[in-house]
């Protein structure tokens, strides 16, 4: 199981939101390059940056460290958040990104999921944000009456390979993961990482256990909650 240390950009910053509210932030490092370095350092051998002003609509703002980033480290990186044009995937492929992770795009508009599944294909990641669910939209502001598991099959009839599942009433809140829900998502045949709610090893732990492909921690890991050294010896 690959485990994919967090790290979320909001007006060049290193920030945590609690269930995507964007009036509830904390800033936890004030460059982000740094704590790619760290992580790294600890261990990680993937990272999963999102761009949290790309998400709210600004896709541009956080473009220089997100390049930056990819430039310092050794290790691959996805990177989401306002990726909603073939030109947005474009540019983050072409400054060395990894995957990239596609949310709103790809329930609102199939024919550009279809368009770059066809240049890239493994290369993207579909983002499944969800509540009781069902999928939202537009940096979790605006919901759906889609099934998050329905919506996976088709995805998966289509190319996509791997999806993140992220929970947001668990986001942020250190509750542990909805394992039900994980479980569910499952059932689509995708390699899901799952998002949302890694508060413990255990957590993690039990997640490897249920044959997940990644998982993603985040605020455990700023909250030291969780060693990334320690995770890595332990799951890995």
């Known amino acids: 199981m690959i485990v994919f240390p967090a790290i979320d950009i909001r007006d060049g910053k290193c920030v945590r939101l609690i269930q995507g509210r964007a009036d509830q932030q904390t800033i936890y490092f004030e460059d982000p390059v740094e704590v790619a370095l760290l992580w790294q350092s600890q261990g990680a051998t993937y990272l999963h940056v999102i761009d949290l002003d790309g998400a709210f609509g600004q896709s541009q703002k956080n473009r220089k460290v997100i390049a930056d980033i990819v430039k310092q480290c050794k290790i691959p990186i996805q990177v989401g958040g306002g990726v909603r044009s073939l030109e947005d995937a474009k540019e983050l492929l072409d400054i060395g990104v990894d995957r990239v992770i596609v949310g709103t795009a790809a329930i609102k508009n199939p024919k550009l999921l279809e368009q770059m599944l066809s240049l890239y294909r493994e290369k993207v990641v579909v983002s499944l944000d969800c509540l009781n669910g069902f999928i939202q939209v537009e940096g979790w502001t ?20 791997t999806i993140v599942y992220t929970d947001i009433s668990k986001d942020g809140m250190l509750e542990g993961p909805n394992f039900e829900q994980l479980s569910q998502i499952q059932e689509s045949g995708l390699n899901v990482i799952a998002s949302g709610g890694i508060s413990t090893i255990n957590d993690v732990i039990k997640v490897k256990n249920m044959g997940i492909y990644g998982v993603i921690v985040g605020k455990a890991l700023y909250e030291k909650r969780i060693n990334l050294k320690e995770l890595m010896e332990v799951v890995c």
Request: charged fraction near 30%; aromatic fraction near 4%; avoid cysteine.
């Open 142 to 161: 605006d919901g759906s009456i889609i099934n998050a598991l329905e919506f996976a099959q088709t995805l998966k009839k289509k190319g996509v390979e």
